[in-house]
């Protein structure tokens, strides 16, 4: 069943016109090691660099006025729980995880709600999504495939017309089987699957009676049955041969599949399958048509190119089945991979186990006059070691570029260069000299549009520092000492290399995977500073 977390997050997103996909954010919403806290939540919000405010308000009309038209919100009401809010006029609209829905007035809302609320913030720099004509054009083209088949199907009897419908009912039907086989139901399938003690779909189709002949499953053979007469029948019309013979001759024969669901349903797995009896329906609708119109009487007429016809249909849409059917398996399990694997390495105690594996820097200061971007202030602190003339350095610059898109104000990153100060005619020497004068003259922006440009697909160094003005200075010369020093005495002589709060950075771990931690590593760094403080107060007493 759908994660009911998730879909909660995402009609929030949606309410405030922010467009996501909708596979990653299950994704990090499943695999955010807070999962299913609130913490999970306000960490899904950042990762996607969404605005948010997430805090305990004081519980009264003035202060509900004051909060957006639509948020998320703990209450208690039949247990507690997360809700999502919408204010209308005198009303609050309130849907819970299992998405049923209810209204309160203001009074019956605050005296249930804990003063919890998470809600999306208004920003400028989001772009509100304009409306586009995609669903328009999507049931524009369903629509004419619709029109179309029926022009293309227009001199068929009754009978076939009538076969064709119930087969794109039961085509339907089968879908939503395949859905619930391999575990994709929506919410609806999952209430109408399990109605009572008597009903359960997944113990008629996961039992071994489901296969027919112990080879074909129902879900399978439903949707190539009727896929195959679909087909066939626009074949046939193009080719100007009867269909009503194949049609009354199929629906015969599917009779002995339709007595033996019923039989196991009833008597053997003692459950019912809704969606397998409306495939049973249909299949018995189709046969009451065929003895009513008397469409047995095509089936003497018929002949082996028409037979042919069919079997070959059946082949090719058996073939195509299958195919696609795998194929969704295989992404399933491979998505079941994924999220658990995401589950294990998003775990913050084993990054934090590899992390305090590696040994701190032998000296650690702060190097007056060097290139520190996000917030100066902040207790999680990624030195680069970096060089424009170092290829692999331009993957490293576009992760921190990540980093500091999602997480400027969580983040400390100084960006140090070995450069030997005694090179001056160096082309290194000249191009960080000219960064740091861009920095210390024209900010942080115009700092990172230069690296952006050093380190991008299309690079040249080079061209780059014959297009400036190279600027020298004895306080940038005293920088570049300090850190060639700085990576002499803990022995770094290779670029890219990051660390973060004097420890080198995991290597088995990708760059910006830093980012779901920085609110573990934040309240370690209060834990720690708080300790520290502690044992200072405890030794001067």
């Not at 957006?68 to 005198?90: D, H, T």
């Not at 299949?283 to 042919?308: N, P, R, S, W």
């Amino acid at each position: 069943m759908e994660d009911q977390l998730y879909a909660l997050l995402q009609k929030l997103i949606i309410k405030n016109n922010i467009n996501l996909s909708r596979e990653e954010l299950k994704l990090q919403v499943l695999t955010h090691p807070s999962y299913p806290s609130l913490h999970a939540v306000k960490g899904v919000l950042n990762h996607f660099n969404i605005p948010n405010l997430a805090l305990r308000v004081p519980i009264n009309e003035e202060v509900f006025s004051q909060l957006p038209k639509c948020f998320l919100a703990m209450v208690n009401y039949e247990g507690e729980s997360l809700v999502l809010v919408e204010k209308q006029k005198g009303t609050v609209n309130i849907t819970f995880q299992n998405k049923k829905k209810t209204s309160f007035t203001i009074a019956q809302f605050l005296s249930s709600w804990n003063g919890i609320v998470i809600a999306i913030e208004k920003d400028e720099t989001i772009l509100e999504e304009k409306k586009n004509y995609t669903t328009a054009l999507h049931w524009g083209g369903v629509l004419l495939v619709v029109f179309g088949g029926l022009f293309l199907l227009k001199d068929l009897s009754i009978l076939g017309l009538a076969f064709i419908v119930l087969s794109l009912i039961g085509l339907l039907v089968s879908y939503f089987i395949i859905k619930q086989d391999l575990g994709l139901q929506n919410s609806a399938t999952h209430r109408l699957c399990n109605l009572s003690e008597q009903v359960s779909c997944n113990a008629v189709l996961q039992s071994p009676g489901a296969k027919i002949f112990g080879v074909f499953k129902l879900s399978d053979s439903s949707v190539i049955y009727f896929s195959s007469i679909l087909i066939f029948a626009i074949v046939a019309q193009l080719s100007y041969l009867p269909a009503t013979g194949v049609f009354s001759l199929t629906s015969i024969l599917s009779l002995p599949v339709l007595i033996y669901s019923i039989y196991y349903q009833k008597l053997v797995v003692k459950k019912w399958c809704p969606l397998c009896l409306g495939i049973g329906g249909v299949l018995a609708l189709q046969a009451v048509l065929v003895f009513t119109l008397k469409g047995y009487d095509e089936i003497l007429a018929l002949d082996f190119k028409t037979i042919g016809l069919f079997l070959l249909a059946t082949l090719i849409v058996s073939s195509l089945v299958k195919t696609v059917i795998d194929f969704a398996k295989d992404k399933i399990a491979l998505k079941t991979i994924k999220v658990e694997h995401l589950k294990f390495k998003n775990n913050f105690t084993l990054f934090n186990a590899i992390y305090q594996q590696n040994g701190r820097l032998n000296t650690s200061y702060p190097i007056p006059g060097e290139i520190v971007l996000g917030n100066k202030n902040a207790p999680v602190e990624l030195v680069l070691v970096t060089s424009p003339f170092c290829s692999y350095c331009k993957q490293a610059h576009r992760d921190i570029e990540q980093i500091l898109q999602t997480s400027k104000n969580r983040v400390k990153i100084i960006v140090r260069f070995i450069v030997d100060p005694s090179k001056k005619e160096s082309d290194l020497y000249k191009l960080v000299s000219q960064l740091l004068y861009l920095y210390h003259t024209q900010g942080e922006a115009k700092t990172i549009m230069a690296l952006d440009l050093l380190y991008g697909p299309a690079s040249n160094p080079k061209q780059w520092i014959e297009n400036q003005t190279i600027t020298y200075n004895d306080v940038y010369n005293k920088t570049m000492e300090l850190q060639k020093q700085w990576a002499t005495e803990n022995g770094i002589n290779f670029t890219p290399a990051l660390y973060l709060n004097d420890r080198q950075f995991p290597k088995e771990y990708n760059r910006t995977d830093i980012v779901p931690f920085l609110e573990d590593f934040i309240e370690n760094y209060a834990q720690e500073k708080e300790a520290k403080v502690s044992m200072i107060h405890t030794s001067v007493a």
